[in-house]
């Protein structure tokens, strides 16, 4: 579709979204008033400016039901996100929620061309998580065959992944390496022994390097999907091309802002990005700050779609650890790590406060054969460890070597921050 | 003469590691015949001398311990001031340079396992100089 053609859509479909919230949703009715704007300011796509903003603490506020805008009746079905930090959220789904959900993973998967041929092994999580639900209903949707296979019993899922001859697998990165390391140990070569070609992959920050790592470990093509609880889950993934993640137009609106002045940015200016969901019908989610930062492509992909793409996530302002005053995201500390060939694929960061200091430890496994008998060569390694993150994060970091496979693996979600500073 | 073949192994260092490894050691039925510990922030490296290092070494990789097997040499030493300095002028000479070393009391007497940058070398150079090194059946 032409660029003017979603503008316009996308208007149509803001416009009818707010006059309904302003009629229908006491929450964001009483926002836009306290804004000073109605229905009426909001003429054209840009007017979307003059609208408050949501944030996660709203979800929290109005922790359960308090936004939604449809009788319980309409929702069909919910999912809540693990309250890391306070209270959990809630998020609800009319059948048409769970339409477009569906409708944006099957226009993706379509994107790296999984179709009715593939076996799709959906290893997130399934249950009160929407990582698991959400990639079912979008391969069943492509009519691929869909393997439940959620998380954990690492052995079994890699013998139906042979007997069943799964060619994509949609799990986070961490798990795809858990799953390599005990491939490896059961004598399994995922190029020799299984039909696997494509893995989508995310629910957690990775980095290029990563994605590096786990193609050579185990001879797939990565792909990287977006998607967050209060969006709805999972949606968008990277086309065949991988430069960028496509993003639906009649189903998200993107804008990128300047973290500090909240002016609108350019394409390719990296900022904040701030989400509109234009067909959201249980709850609202307009102008929310995602907290994700990146920046948004317009140009056309040579893929062929339209659709504007967003730059993998660089960081989300909550993972921010500030070091000293210095910001730091833990996906550069995975940067640095993976370009050393001798660092495994699992390490841990590890921040205190010690006589009112930050410190911050990164753990580090290091592969079998990089262990060397001689004190001096592993020191030199740590010493250049250090010396990278201090060049790359601005910062002294302490680095520890650690015996491969002594650091935690996660199936589910990777926890690699801990962070004991109190305060 | 020739060289002997040891154990080298990662242990992190934190408290319990080294109990995990001497029980994995324990459960393969490996006797340690001599070792020493090194110990530099966050790991530290076990070295020991085993009966059958090729065998133990295939062993404790199952096991995902991560360990490679290094040469040394074995030198005899009777126990009076000056048997160590003989060992170690004949490097000095010879510019050998040691790496680290540790001592252990077998059947034979006491003995010193050198750690050297070319063990073949040295032992020639020992040899030359009159001085015995020990063979893996003489531990």
């Known amino acids: 579709m032409p660029k003017d053609e979603i503008k316009k859509m996308q208007y149509a479909s803001l416009k009818k979204l707010v006059e309904n919230l302003y009629q229908n949703n006491q929450f964001y009715h009483d926002r836009m008033k306290a804004q000073g704007v109605l229905p009426s300011d909001i003429n054209c796509l840009a007017d979307i400016q003059k609208l408050p903003f949501m944030y996660k603490q709203d979800l929290r506020d109005f922790y359960p039901t308090k936004l939604f805008t449809v009788p319980n009746t309409d929702v069909v079905r919910y999912h809540v996100s693990s309250g890391t930090t306070g209270k959990p959220t809630l998020v609800g789904y009319t059948q048409n929620d769970i339409g477009y959900w569906t409708d944006a993973l099957a226009r993706s998967l379509t994107s790296i061309g999984i179709g009715k041929d593939d076996v799709v092994q959906v290893s997130y999580g399934y249950g009160l998580f929407t990582g698991g639900l959400g990639l079912h209903y979008g391969v069943e949707a492509v009519g691929a065959t869909v393997l439940p296979s959620g998380t954990g019993g690492t052995e079994r899922q890699l013998e139906l992944m042979q007997d069943l001859d799964v060619t994509a697998i949609a799990c986070t990165p961490s798990y795809l390496i858990h799953m390599a390391n005990v491939a490896q140990k059961m004598g399994i070569d995922f190029r020799r022994d299984t039909k696997l070609k494509k893995a989508i992959l995310g629910a957690e920050p990775w980095t290029e390097g990563m994605r590096q790592r786990i193609e050579d470990m185990t001879g797939v093509k990565a792909y990287d999907v977006y998607g967050t609880s209060e969006m709805g889950g999972p949606m968008f993934t990277e086309c065949e091309e991988r430069k960028g993640i496509h993003i639906s137009s009649d189903i998200m609106y993107v804008e990128i802002l300047d973290p500090e002045t909240g002016e609108v940015l350019e394409p390719g200016q990296k900022g904040e990005m701030v989400v509109t969901l234009l067909r959201k019908e249980a709850f609202p989610l307009i102008r929310y700050k995602i907290k994700d930062l990146t920046c948004i492509m317009e140009d056309e992909c040579e893929c062929g779609r339209t659709s504007p793409r967003i730059e993998r996530i660089s960081g989300r302002s909550d993972d921010m650890l500030i070091i000293r005053g210095i910001n730091v995201f833990p996906s550069q500390v995975e940067h640095v790590l993976m370009q050393v060939p001798q660092v495994g694929d699992q390490y841990m960061i590890i921040v205190d406060r010690v006589n009112d200091l930050d410190t911050m430890v990164v753990q580090v496994e290091i592969k079998p054969e990089a262990f060397s008998d001689k004190i001096e060569e592993m020191v030199a390694l740590k010493k250049r460890l250090e010396y990278e993150m201090k060049k790359y994060l601005n910062i002294a970091v302490a680095v520890e070597l650690k015996e491969s496979g002594s650091l935690p693996r996660f199936e589910g979600k990777a926890k690699r921050v801990i962070d004991k500073r109190v305060y | ?139």
């Open chain 2, 1 to 139: 003469m020739s060289v002997i073949t040891q154990l080298s192994i990662f242990v992190n260092n934190e408290p319990g590691s080294f109990a995990g490894i001497t029980a994995a050691l324990k459960e393969c039925g490996i006797n340690l015949k001599a070792f020493n510990i090194a110990e530099s922030s966050g790991f530290g490296v076990l070295r020991a001398i085993a009966d059958n290092p090729n065998e133990a070494c295939e062993t404790l990789k199952k096991r995902n311990i991560v360990v490679k097997l290094t040469d040394v040499i074995a030198v005899p030493m009777e126990d009076k001031p000056g048997e160590i300095y003989k060992v170690a002028k004949v490097f000095g000479e010879s510019n050998i340079n040691i790496e680290y070393a540790y001592a252990y009391a077998g059947p034979k007497g006491p003995a010193v396992f050198f750690r050297v940058d070319n063990p073949e070398i040295a032992i020639e150079a020992l040899k030359a100089a009159g001085l015995e090194t020990l063979d893996a059946a003489d531990l």
